[in-house]
C-alpha cells in the first residue's frame, strides 16, 4: 500500500518561501516509473484545485496558473521525495496542501490531469500566509 507523508507547512508574511515535502513509501516499482505526483490545496469554501504535478517518468510538469513562476515541483528519485518549493506566496494560497500520487504505470501524462487518477492521498499540511 502506498503512503504519503506530507511535510513543510506552516505559516509565513507575504513574500515568504516555504517548502512543503511528500515522502513515498510501499511502490511496487522504482519511484520513476511511469506515474504521477501532485500537490492539490484547499481553501475553506473553495474546490480542491492541483497546483502542480509532476510525470515521475519524464519530469513533466504542471503549474496553475496562479502559481506560475512563484512554485516549483520537482523530484528526489533516490528519495521517493516530491517537493514543492513556493515562493513569493500571497493570502490567496492560504489552504490545506494535500500530496497526491496515481498508481504507477499509467498510459501518459494526461492521467495526471485528472484528479480521479490519484489513488493515494497524504494527510494534508496547512499553510497560512498573512498580509
Known amino acids: 500500500q502506498v503512503q504519503l507523508v506530507e511535510s513543510g507547512g506552516g505559516s509565513v508574511q507575504a513574500g515568504g518561501s516555504l517548502r512543503l515535502s511528500c515522502s513515498a513509501s510501499?511502490?511496487?516499482?522504482?519511484?520513476?516509473?511511469?506515474?504521477?505526483m501532485a500537490w492539490f490545496r484547499q481553501a475553506p469554501g473553495k474546490e480542491r484545485e492541483r497546483v502542480a504535478s509532476?510525470?515521475?517518468?519524464?519530469?513533466?510538469?504542471y503549474y496553475v496558473d496562479s502559481v506560475k513562476g512563484r512554485f516549483t515541483i520537482s523530484q528526489d528519485s533516490a528519495k521517493n521525495t516530491v517537493y514543492l518549493q513556493m515562493n513569493n506566496l500571497k493570502p490567496e494560497d492560504t489552504a490545506m496542501y494535500y500530496c497526491?500520487?496515481?498508481?504507477?504505470?499509467?498510459?501518459?501524462?494526461?492521467?495526471?490531469?485528472?484528479?480521479?487518477?490519484?489513488?493515494?492521498w497524504g494527510q494534508g499540511t496547512q499553510v497560512t500566509v498573512s498580509s
Open positions: 509532476i510525470y515521475t517518468g519524464a519530469v513533466n510538469t
Open positions: 510501499g511502490y511496487t516499482y522504482p519511484f520513476t516509473y511511469r506515474g504521477c
Open positions: 497526491a500520487a496515481t498508481r504507477q504505470g499509467v498510459p501518459s501524462t494526461w492521467s495526471c490531469v485528472r484528479e480521479s487518477e490519484y489513488n493515494y
